[in-house]
């Protein structure tokens, strides 16, 4: 059954929320910190000799009591998945396969989750749980308790037929506005869903992972718009540009296990926190805004690109987040402190807010490479543990990068890879709290 909720917040609602400035502090304003990485991934090629592989989006999975065997999953869209140890290197290639289904496609996998504990045929499983654009659905991959020394970490167990997510039918899916950025939410256990964004709209939707005859499907879709127009504090109403037919999409999403807030960055907008379950009280509210945003544009259909109106205008946006906003995820301190982190794509910077109260934000960070490795350059993905992994012991964080330029990179070629970062690093750098004890993380308790 899909249950559609409507809009969560009126105009004038949202309006309301973006008179008050973007809470900050000195540290927010200042020139982005610098950290470094040596280890990357193997790169990645977008196009027929490299099996049309384009990294997109990570997740840690952490091994429970060896924490050498944790492996990164990460998603290739047309390239299926890859599967990388604590030394990024590869230790499984998975391509992207027809859904089990009647109707079905080679896939496209755009976002990945994980999913702790779930009982799948009278058993506890951690999942892999992986947005199928071409498919309009979501794919399941049991892990294996070996992790990084397993022959097959990942093996594929999602149900037959399962209900596309955001369109009625085949003929609707192929229009591409399918299922695109993804997180996990586990409240209690014995229950998890799936939170995923739809491409080229507002809409969020959620659902319940189930059992289905010793494989897993999902059931009860909920659909929710997020606002996609804006009521400016000088009277004018702000719509984001996009091409014709396209409205202001959400792409990187993140839960709060403890909490059940849901962090969702709107690419040309900013980033938003609402509460789960989706319904009547999920009020969303503006946390930080994009630098552009009120800027007024036009989309110009022989350059496909838009442009201001004014190009001296100011606009009301914040000081951390260039357009595109993408990844989001959450580092778990003790009770709810933490931080919330965010790709700022359009610098090639992370942006830092608190995990509690009202998400103040921290700074930002840029991630430079050293040893042959390049620097991080337009960030989609980002997945971060607090949990030591590997040689990571104060927790590690993933990112995508595109293009890879490293020296052995081929640049005529659509590169793109992932970089591991110390998530130690980054506290002493940006003077952050790093709290490694496995409860903060409810999935990990």
């Not at 190009?311 to 931080?339: C, M, Q, W």
Request: glycine share 10%; proline share 6%.
């Amino acid at each position: 059954m899909t249950h559609t909720l409507g809009a969560v917040a009126t105009v004038a609602a949202v309006a309301a929320a973006l008179l008050a400035p973007v809470q900050v502090n000195a540290a927010a304003i200042a020139r982005p910190a610098v950290v470094t990485t040596d280890n990357e991934t193997p790169v990645l090629y977008d196009d027929r000799a490299g099996g049309n592989a384009s990294g997109d989006d990570p997740a840690i999975w952490v091994h429970p009591a060896d924490s050498r065997k944790s492996v990164v999953i990460v998603t290739a869209k047309e390239g299926g998945l890859r599967v990388y140890d604590m030394g990024s290197r590869q230790v499984q290639s998975l391509p992207a396969t027809e859904a089990p289904r009647g109707d079905a496609v080679a896939g496209r996998y755009n976002n990945v989750d994980i999913a702790y504990g779930l009982r799948l045929a009278g058993r506890r499983v951690d999942v892999a749980v992986v947005s199928d654009r071409y498919n309009d659905q979501l794919r399941f991959f049991v892990i294996d308790p070996a992790g990084a020394s397993a022959r097959t970490p990942l093996t594929e167990v999602t149900a037959a037929d399962q209900t596309f997510l955001f369109n009625p039918d085949r003929q609707a899916v192929e229009q591409e506005q399918t299922a695109y950025g993804l997180a996990v939410w586990q409240p209690r256990p014995g229950e998890t869903y799936g939170v995923v964004t739809q491409e080229g709209t507002t809409t969020i939707a959620t659902v319940r992972i189930v059992d289905i005859d010793g494989k897993l499907g999902y059931t009860d879709i909920r659909h929710l718009a997020m606002p996609s127009h804006f009521r400016l504090p000088d009277g004018t109403t702000w719509v984001p540009c996009e091409e014709p037919g396209v409205l202001p999409q959400l792409e990187g999403v993140a839960v709060d296990q403890a909490s059940g807030v849901l962090y969702a960055a709107q690419e040309d907008v900013g980033l938003w926190r609402l509460h789960l379950p989706l319904g009547p009280r999920s009020r969303p509210t503006l946390i930080d805004r994009v630098t552009d945003f009120g800027i007024h544009d036009v989309y110009d259909t022989e350059t496909e690109e838009c442009e201001p109106v004014d190009p001296n205008a100011k606009g009301y946006g914040g000081n951390l987040l260039t357009a595109d906003a993408e990844g989001v995820d959450i580092y778990y301190g003790r009770g709810s402190t933490g931080y919330v982190l965010v790709s700022s794509q359009g610098d090639d910077t992370f942006a830092v807010y608190q995990r509690h109260g009202t998400n103040r934000a921290v700074g930002s960070f840029r991630v430079a490479g050293v040893g042959g490795v390049d620097d991080i350059n337009g960030s989609d993905g980002l997945a971060v543990t607090n949990r030591p992994v590997g040689m990571y012991r104060q927790g590690l964080l993933v990112t995508h990068d595109e293009p890879d330029t490293g020296p052995d990179v081929d640049r005529q070629r659509d590169a793109t890879n992932f970089s591991y970062i110390s998530f130690g690093d980054i506290a002493r750098t940006m003077k952050l709290t790093v709290d490694t004890r496995p409860g903060n993380d409810p999935r990990l308790r």
